[in-house]
């Protein structure tokens, strides 16, 4: 059974696209795809206020609890999608 992720760590106002993307794969907004694609400035050039300053919480959520295989890099995140996310991936390994 996988590992829960604990999303309480993110700003309110993004846990729930975090979720949806790593959970189901859907795209989330464009700040929190520059995240995903580990992409510094445009990060902090589309963070809100909120944002800018929970980027170090937002890193180490990354780090620490987002899966390895949906982060860092553009064609990371199309075929993290293009799976589903971990409900994508959970479905195909039960079958």
């Known amino acids: 059974m996988p590992r829960k992720i604990n999303y309480d760590s993110l700003?309110?106002?993004?846990?729930?696209?975090?979720?949806?993307?790593?959970?189901?794969g859907i795209a989330p907004g464009d700040f929190l795809q520059a995240?995903?694609?580990?992409?510094?400035?445009?990060s902090f050039a589309l963070a809100d206020e909120t944002n800018?300053?929970?980027m170090f919480d937002i890193a180490s959520f990354m780090y620490n609890q987002a899966p390895l295989a949906c982060r860092g890099s553009l064609e990371a995140m199309k075929a993290w999608q293009t799976k589903?996310?971990?409900?994508?991936?959970?479905?195909e390994a039960t079958k």
């Not at 700003?11 to 189901?24: A, D, K, L, T």
């Not at 995240?35 to 445009?42: A, G, S, T, Y």
């Open 11 to 24: 700003p309110e106002h993004i846990q729930g696209g975090m979720e949806r993307y790593i959970e189901q």
């Open 35 to 42: 995240v995903i694609k580990n992409q510094l400035v445009d």
């Open 52 to 54: 800018i300053r929970s």
């Open 84 to 91: 589903g996310g971990l409900n994508g991936i959970l479905k």
